[in-house]
């Protein structure tokens, strides 16, 4: 039997948020002392979407705006992560699809172990390093073929 991909888009019920920060293998930079996705999800920032296998949740993501620093005013991909045993599945590439859903343009900054997934997965975007930058059209276009 083969699991089934559901993504819930919207604002995540705080229990999950707090697991996916507890089991997650990122280190987030603090906003006034506390993890920068737990701020995001306290302040009501960001659009998000939670990915289950059957009925488990097992990944999520949020495209938030930044307001400071290098990347203020862009809009970005701030958390991606799928849980290690539903990696391999489809989840990323399911939650990646609907985060680049969220803006005309997206900026990924990606972990070093993430910028292959993202080169993969997004073969039209501009890539500097470890920074991508992937418009709709790039995606409507990679879609289609």
Not at 28 to 56: K, M, S, T
Not at 118 to 128: C, D, E, K, V
Request: aromatic residues 8%.
């Amino acid at each position: 039997m083969s699991s089934r991909l559901c993504l819930l888009p919207g604002r995540p019920p705080a229990v999950l948020i707090a697991r996916f920060v507890a089991e997650s293998a990122l280190e987030y930079p603090g906003v006034a002392g506390i993890d920068g996705r737990l701020h995001l999800w306290q302040q009501h920032l960001g659009c998000w979407a939670v990915a289950f296998l059957d009925r488990d949740a097992v990944g999520i993501a949020c495209v938030a705006t930044i307001d400071a620093g290098r990347y203020a005013g862009e809009t970005c991909l701030y958390w991606l992560e799928v849980l290690p045993e539903a990696q391999r599945r489809g989840v990323g590439r399911s939650l990646l699809h609907w985060a680049t859903a969220q803006a005309d343009q997206l900026l990924i900054v990606a972990t070093p172990g993430a910028a292959e997934f993202y080169s993969h997965t997004l073969p039209g975007a501009q890539r500097n390093g470890l920074k991508f930058i992937v418009t709709s059209e790039q995606i409507a276009l990679a879609q289609a073929v």
